[in-house]
């Protein structure tokens, strides 16, 4: 009969190392859930590791597909953010982590993320590491997730590190509320303004065009002006109202097309950057998004390289991707991270000599958390400073545009007033 070496966590939270007879690993890892110990590695002696660690599904038939009961899309970030908050309590409380995991399970709503937790905890019954469980399962855990996660099992502080991932998603999120909360109100409005001014040149001037026939006067210019857009909306080619419906739409499709390719993601960027006071917003937020990611890895003892690596991938921005990839290859070659950073010319002075300076006092991690804080204040300010700018700026538009239409509707009138008193 087959001997397996097994390492396992007792009730108390010890580690328990043994070896046990079975005819196979499902009837391994039943002997020693038999014992009241919780399985973390398992291994057949003299054969490769039972149960594929991330790759398989926790030696149980079944676990693949397990795998894909979860549906379509991502799970939100919100309720990943919600998980490892209270899967650092658990760690931090010493509960071994395959029962800190069914606790959570049972305590999620049905849904997607309540099938993936049950799927991680099996492939950990199965052998598996959680780094390498959750590896599997992208739509909830991204890289820069699983290696902290790693880093922190290699380490023995994994309840620090999720702490640690809580904040740093928190902190991301909180950031990202900011910017589309302050963009609800000019959407709102300018879409309201749209329908409202779209209206007027469907029913409105049509029924004044009617009015005027009768008047025998030239029209003045901007009534013509103002005839001419109405006729094109209603009845163009193609329609002024197909084009205003289509045009989101089609700008929305025409950017998740460019977004395919790495040229024209980077192409996108590019010109985001260069959009006015909002260019400036993103790219601190880039900044801070980069920053933040790095020293996060770093102060979990991920290595630079590799923390690059992750950090570039997750960067959300193709021109700060690109700077990075270039910082990585010249700290290959040997060279420092402020100077190849300074080359890039994507960052502000301060934020190079700030990093120069961590990496002298050899307090990197906390200089880019120091740096990211920072940024995420300024970003506040500026999207603050955004929201009070756009209301006088949309006034001033909409005013300008219902004036023009009254003026042109009522010149006419003025026409035929004068008109009729010379007359008289």
């Excluded at 855990?141 to 809580?166: K, P, S, W």
């Excluded at 999120?173 to 040149?201: D, S």
């Excluded at 004044?208 to 008047?215: L, S, T």
């Excluded at 994507?346 to 000599?353: A, E, L, M």
Aim: a positive charge; aromatic letters at 6%; charged letters at 20%.
């Amino acid at each position: 009969m087959p001997t397996f070496e097994y390492e396992a966590m007792n009730q108390a939270g010890q580690e328990v190392k043994d070896r046990i007879e079975a005819a196979s690993t499902e009837d391994a890892l039943a002997l020693i859930r038999s014992k009241g110990f919780y399985p973390t590695k398992l291994r057949q002696k003299g054969g490769k590791k039972a149960a594929a660690a991330g790759k398989g599904g926790g030696g149980a038939p079944g676990a693949k597909k397990k795998k894909s009961a979860g549906g379509f899309g991502k799970v939100k970030t919100k309720e990943i953010t919600q998980f490892t908050r209270q899967l650092s309590t658990l760690q931090d409380a010493g509960l071994p982590i395959l029962r800190s995991l069914r606790i959570l399970e049972q305590q999620q709503k049905p849904g997607m993320l309540r099938v993936i937790i049950r799927t991680v905890a099996d492939d950990i019954e199965g052998g598996a590491t959680l780094s390498e469980a959750m590896a599997s399962h992208p739509k909830a855990f991204d890289r820069l997730y699983c290696n902290m996660v790693a880093a922190g099992e290699t380490g023995g502080v994994l309840d620090v590190i999720l702490q640690r991932l809580a904040d740093f998603m928190e902190k991301a999120q909180r950031l990202k509320r900011k910017v589309v909360g302050a963009m609800i109100y000019p959407i709102v409005v300018i879409t309201f303004a749209v329908l409202i001014v779209a209206g007027i040149m469907i029913v409105v001037v049509p029924k004044f065009k009617e009015i005027f026939k009768d008047f025998n006067t030239a029209l003045p210019g901007l009534t013509v002006m103002l005839i001419n857009i109405s006729e094109w909306f209603v009845a163009g080619t193609p329609p002024g109202w197909v084009v205003l419906l289509c045009s989101p739409i089609a700008f929305v499709l025409g950017t998740k097309l460019l977004k395919k390719s790495e040229a024209g993601r980077y192409g996108l960027d590019v010109v985001k950057l260069k959009i006015p006071i909002l260019g400036n917003i993103l790219a601190k937020t880039a900044v801070a998004r980069f920053t933040r990611t790095l020293g996060t890895l770093l102060a979990a003892g991920v290595p630079i390289l590799e923390a690059l690596n992750i950090t570039r991938e997750t960067s959300g921005n193709e021109v700060y991707g690109r700077a990075l990839k270039s910082v990585h290859d010249e700290i290959r070659e040997g060279e420092s991270f402020a100077n190849p950073l300074r080359a890039a010319k994507i960052c502000d002075s301060i934020v190079v000599n700030m990093i120069d300076v961590g990496e002298e006092t050899g307090d990197l991690d906390k200089m880019l958390i120091k740096i990211a804080d920072n940024y995420d204040e300024e970003v506040e300010t500026l999207v603050d400073g955004l929201v009070s700018l756009l209301e006088p700026i949309m006034v001033v538009v909409l005013g300008g545009i219902v004036g023009f239409i009254v003026v042109a509707l009522f010149l006419p009138l003025v026409t035929l007033i004068n008109s009729v008193s010379g007359g008289g």
